[in-house]
């Protein structure tokens, strides 16, 4: 929200009415309307006192008071109340009353029982089904909890039977009688009965015999692809089962599509995969879970050489950019029926911290920070199993080497020697591989010597 000082009002005036800016001569019983509308939009300032054309009138001093009372009444109305900042402003010897009112962002404010949008300079009332597309749109409505054409008989006992088990060992399920079966549905939020019994589209997505009779948008397709870019398939696979089969099998091709090496540890053989695993389950598990069940696109999964794409239909919530991803995660749940599902069975932790152990995941490995990009209406996670140039010749501590540079900007040999625990020698020979592969270069002489990050950065 902003606030307004004489010089910001006179250009908000000389601008004249638009998206953001209302001019009115006097407070109306609709005042509130403009104020709900600027609410579900972008925010705005309702200046009062000030002609359509731009011309000042100014107010009654002595009733500025009154007025500001009036203006509070015109949008009590609304629900939720918006967030506004009322205040009087002198301009060229008059008085005005501006009025600015902050973004909702998610969710609505309805003015009586009436959703307004500021289109232009006139508020715009919704109708039919633009109510529901902006509903959606504002995560008034979730997906999960709409109801679905699915009745009883279309869902699997089998299926219910070992999520229950998973969920609660103990609980006593029993398949064969119909009212159990209801109540347990209902009780998970999955179904619902008014007059009728009926299953939501969560209960579809966790239980259906077939998911894709019901919601045909709930689709995984992966594939791998032969080198870096989208030409050669070498295999593909595409799913349409429930969603912990979408998430397990999806999460098996994965495994089978990236290479394994082996490491001869304490005398056992451990075995090392090219993506940690931590941060292939976030990244997945974020795709399905988090995506716009509304949209009939489908989530992607490209497996490269060099690299692992994963993309969703879904925009990410009001105010939240990729960049606050490292530190926020995802702590606003789109479906957050399926996401409660998830937790009960601790394929989530539900405290929002999948994304930063992703991100910790990728550095314990030596491998760049995962990339997120909203593109249009898609959102895009990349993992990298490498950093550029590198052409898979660097070792683990070189690889950690980058990433503490990143984010320290230098480091000596004796800090690296004491990092990684290795001899003086061993870690300048680390050091100059780096420089030989234009990834950092030398700074300083004798004791003096440490390394930077080579320009231009690496991009991760």
Known sequence: MITVDIATLKKLIESGEGNTVEFQQAVAKDTGRTICAFANTDGGHLIIGVEKNGGIVGLERAKLDDLQQAVSNSYKICSPVPLTQVGT?????????????????????????????????????????????????????????TRSSAKL?????????????????????????????????????????????????????????????????????????????????????????????NIEESLAFIRRSTRKSYEIKNLEREEKTEYPEIAIREAIVNALVHRDYFSSAVVQVNVFDDRIDIANPGMLPTGISPEDLSSLGLGVPR?????????????????????????????????PDPEFRQLGPLFKTTLFNAFPNQAGNLNV???????????????????????????????????????????????????????????PKIKQ
């Open 153 to 245: 008989q279309d869902v699997d006992t089998e299926k219910m039977k070992k999520y229950m088990n998973r969920r609660s060992p103990n609980y006593l399920f029993d398949p064969a009688s119909e009212k159990a079966l209801k109540n347990l549905l209902i009780s998970l939020h999955l179904a619902g009965e008014n007059g009728d019994f009926y299953v939501r589209n969560g209960g579809v997505l966790f239980f259906a015999k077939h998911p894709e009779t019901f919601i045909p948008q709930n689709k995984v397709k992966l594939v791998r692809f032969k080198g870096k870019i989208p030409v050669d398939v070498l295999d593909i696979l595409v799913l349409q089962n429930t969603l912990v089969e």
């Open 335 to 367: 479906n957050p029926i399926i996401y409660q599902m998830l937790i009960d069975i601790k394929v989530v932790e539900g405290i929002g911290t999948g994304i930063p152990r992703m991100i910790s995941a990728m550095r314990d490995a030596g491998l």
């Open 89 to 145: 402003v002198e301009i060229d010897g008059k008085y005005v009353l501006v009025i600015s009112t902050a973004k909702l962002g998610d969710g609505v404010c309805y003015y009586a029982d009436e959703i307004l949008l500021r289109v232009g300079s006139t508020n715009h009332k919704l109708t039919g089904p633009a109510i529901e597309e902006f509903l959606r749109k504002n995560r008034v409505i979730n997906f999960d909890w």
């Open 397 to 455: 501590r070189q690889r950690r080497s980058l990433i503490y540079l990143k984010d320290n900007s230098i480091i000596t040999a004796p800090q690296y020697r004491k990092m990684f625990k290795i001899s003086h020698p061993i870690a300048v020979d680390d050091l100059n591989k780096l420089i030989k592969l234009g990834l950092v270069k030398k700074r300083g002489r004798g004791p003096a010597t440490a390394y930077v990050l080579a320009k």
